[in-house]
């Protein structure tokens, strides 16, 4: 039998937490989500069960009270989660970026006090990169910190940072050098605890991805103990940060084939109910195509998500996998939630049907951890790497 590694789940313990979501979504997420969504109302006892789940540690090593599940397993998580609505997974999967952040390259007095409070919960994040000027351009951040003998004060704005309103601990990146060449080398990451000089701006309003906090977050001379700087050394910030995103491109991905799920289920349900000119619309050929189509962009995206997961776990670099999963997985959640509107016609444009929200959720997909333009970029300079000519 495969032995599991030290400090992860065995495939045991990974069957038995996917079954306890697999009820707790029907239980729970199902019946509040379409009311939560509509009223933009942060859904705090989900918070309060997600904790119980153990979802702030779910792939925090077991040595510091997580779950220690594999990335594989974790997309399965993510993906059953948002086939009935994926905002939530935002909530514990950013705070996931955040502990992984201080999992793979913190100091192991970092990882000893900052993991165990993590994975219970009892401190909620996220991850802070973008800023009102830099995206994409991560390395464009003006936010700086400066040393003051044992602390740094932080200055700048980020913004769109999830869980910003009810998160209180955030891994934060900021130049602790903004003269440095190349840019990279003058960034750093740091665990913020909120406090005095680090508040939040304000809420921002969204198309979709509601219920979720998405804020601005000021910090104003905010004095953090050089103790808290990831690593314990300038300047690896930037690479802090990248290192993580492929896990989070691999949650972006598995979002999207749940949501692509999602939308397919529903399209099949209401395709065989609704009934035009004699027949159920699902015997009409022009529905028949469309539900071929969403099924199989479902599969394809759901192949990709667990070819990249696996190669994540053997540790082996899958930016390229992780890249194609991302990018193949959130186009297939956009393409079939518009598609989810037609089989539903005029009732795909009520909110007493859930397709609506499918189509406002899926572009997100396309934006978060590194947009589907850049994506691509990633994809091709990995083919020229990996087959030089
Ligand atoms: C709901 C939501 C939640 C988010 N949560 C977080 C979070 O928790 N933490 C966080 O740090 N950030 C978060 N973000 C921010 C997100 O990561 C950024 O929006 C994303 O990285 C894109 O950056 P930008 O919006 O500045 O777009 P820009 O970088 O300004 O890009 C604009 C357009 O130009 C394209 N583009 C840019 N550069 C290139 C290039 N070199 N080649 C080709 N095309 C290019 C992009 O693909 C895009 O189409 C969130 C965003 C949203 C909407």
């Given at each position: 039998?495969?032995q599991?590694?030290?400090?992860?789940a065995?495939?045991?313990?990974?069957?038995?937490?996917?079954?306890?979501?697999?009820?707790?979504v029907?239980?729970?997420?199902?019946?509040?989500?379409?009311?939560f969504d509509?009223?933009?109302?942060?859904p705090?006892?989900?918070v309060?069960?997600?904790?119980?789940?153990?979802?702030?540690?779910?792939t925090?090593?077991?040595?510091?009270?997580?779950?220690?599940?594999?990335?594989?397993?974790?997309?399965?998580?993510?993906?059953?989660?948002?086939?009935v609505w994926?905002?939530?997974?935002?909530?514990?999967?950013?705070?996931?970026?955040?502990?992984q952040?201080?999992?793979?390259?913190?100091?192991?007095?970092?990882?000893?006090?900052?993991?165990?409070?993590f994975?219970?919960?009892?401190?909620?994040?996220?991850?802070?990169?973008?800023?009102?000027?830099?995206g994409?351009?991560?390395?464009?951040i003006r936010?700086?910190?400066?040393?003051?003998?044992?602390?740094?004060?932080?200055?700048g704005?980020?913004?769109?940072?999830?869980?910003g309103v009810y998160?209180?601990c955030?891994?934060?990146?900021?130049?602790?050098?903004p003269?440095?060449?190349?840019?990279?080398?003058?960034?750093?990451l740091?665990?913020?605890?909120?406090?005095?000089?680090?508040?939040?701006?304000?809420?921002?309003?969204?198309?979709?991805?509601?219920?979720?906090?998405s804020?601005?977050?000021?910090?104003?001379?905010?004095?953090?103990?050089?103790?808290?700087?990831?690593?314990g050394?300038?300047?690896?910030?930037?690479?802090?940060?990248?290192?993580?995103?492929?896990?989070?491109?691999?949650?972006v991905?598995?979002?999207?084939?749940?949501?692509?799920?999602?939308?397919?289920?529903?399209?099949?349900r209401?395709?065989?109910?609704?009934?035009?000119?004699?027949?159920?619309?699902?015997?009409?050929?022009?529905?028949?195509l469309?539900?071929a189509d969403?099924?199989?962009?479902?599969?394809?995206?759901?192949?990709l998500?667990e070819?990249?997961?696996?190669?994540?776990?053997?540790?082996?670099?899958?930016d390229?996998?992780a890249?194609m999963?991302?990018?193949f997985?959130?186009?297939?959640?956009?393409?079939?939630?518009l598609?989810?509107?037609?089989?539903?016609?005029?009732?795909?444009?009520?909110?007493?049907?859930?397709?609506e929200?499918?189509?406002?959720?899926?572009p997100?997909?396309?934006i978060?951890?590194g947009?589907?333009?850049m994506?691509?970029?990633i994809?091709?300079?990995?083919?020229?790497?990996?087959?030089?000519?």
């Amino acid at each position: 039998m495969e032995q599991p590694h030290p400090g992860r789940a065995s495939a045991d313990e990974e069957a038995q937490i996917l079954e306890a979501i697999d009820r707790w979504v029907e239980r729970e997420v199902r019946p509040i989500a379409r009311k939560f969504d509509q009223a933009d109302e942060y859904p705090f006892e989900l918070v309060e069960q997600m904790k119980e789940l153990g979802l702030f540690g779910a792939t925090i090593s077991q040595d510091y009270g997580g779950l220690g599940l594999s990335a594989s397993c974790y997309a399965s998580l993510v993906t059953r989660i948002s086939s009935v609505w994926m905002a939530p997974t935002g909530i514990f999967n950013s705070h996931l970026i955040m502990a992984q952040a201080v999992e793979r390259n913190g100091t192991p007095e970092q990882r000893a006090e900052w993991l165990p409070r993590f994975a219970t919960g009892e401190l909620r994040g996220g991850i802070g990169l973008t800023e009102p000027d830099a995206g994409t351009d991560l390395q464009g951040i003006r936010s700086t910190a400066r040393r003051d003998g044992e602390h740094y004060l932080l200055r700048g704005t980020k913004t769109w940072i999830t869980n910003g309103v009810y998160g209180t601990c955030f891994a934060v990146l900021v130049k602790t050098d903004p003269e440095a060449e190349p840019r990279h080398r003058g960034m750093s990451l740091f665990i913020c605890e909120k406090g005095e000089g680090f508040t939040v701006g304000r809420k921002l309003k969204k198309l979709g991805y509601r219920s979720i906090d998405s804020a601005e977050l000021v910090f104003e001379d905010f004095r953090v103990p050089a103790t808290r700087l990831v690593g314990g050394m300038e300047g690896r910030g930037f690479q802090h940060a990248v290192g993580g995103l492929e896990l989070g491109r691999i949650n972006v991905a598995a979002r999207g084939v749940g949501l692509a799920k999602g939308a397919l289920d529903d399209a099949l349900r209401y395709a065989q109910q609704r009934r035009t000119f004699g027949k159920p619309i699902a015997h009409h050929q022009a529905i028949q195509l469309k539900l071929a189509d969403m099924a199989t962009r479902v599969e394809a995206a759901r192949l990709l998500v667990e070819q990249a997961a696996r190669k994540y776990d053997t540790g082996m670099r899958c930016d390229l996998e992780a890249g194609m999963a991302k990018l193949f997985a959130s186009e297939a959640a956009v393409a079939n939630s518009l598609e989810a509107m037609r089989v539903f016609g005029g009732y795909s444009y009520s909110v007493d049907f859930d397709v609506e929200r499918y189509y406002r959720d899926a572009p997100l997909m396309c934006i978060g951890e590194g947009t589907n333009e850049m994506q691509r970029i990633i994809i091709a300079r990995q083919l020229v790497e990996r087959f030089p000519a």
